[in-house]
C-alpha cells in the first residue's frame, strides 16, 4: 500500500467514523455521553481535514469547483426553506 492509498483509506475512515460519532451523540440518552461523543466528533472531523488538506495538497483529491450559478441556486434554495429566525 502507497501512501497515497493509505491516506485515502485513513480519510474515508474518518468519514466513516464521524458519521457514527454523529449518530451516537443525536441518539444518546445520557448528556454526559453524549458530550463525550460531541468532544470525539470534533476530533475526529479536525483529523479528517488534516487528511483532507494532505491529499489534495499531493494532488491526490481534487474537489470540483462549483459553478456561480449553482452556488447563488443551492443558496436562494435553503434560504428560502429555512424557518425565520
Known amino acids: 500500500m502507497n501512501d497515497q492509498e ?4 485513513l480519510l474515508l475512515s474518518e468519514k466513516k467514523m464521524s ?5 451516537y451523540a443525536s441518539e444518546c440518552v445520557n448528556m454526559q455521553l453524549r458530550d463525550e ?3 470525539i466528533l470534533k476530533q475526529s ?5 488534516d ?4 491529499a489534495q495538497s ?5 474537489v470540483e469547483q462549483a459553478q ?14 429555512a424557518p425565520n429566525a
Open 68 to 81: 456561480d450559478n449553482k452556488i447563488s441556486q443551492a443558496y436562494q434554495k435553503f434560504t428560502s426553506s
Open 45 to 49: 472531523h479536525c483529523v479528517q481535514s
Open 51 to 54: 487528511l483532507f488538506q494532505a
Open 58 to 62: 499531493k494532488g491526490w483529491y481534487q
Open 37 to 39: 461523543f460531541l468532544q
Open 19 to 23: 458519521s457514527n460519532y454523529d449518530t
Open 6 to 9: 493509505r491516506t485515502t483509506d
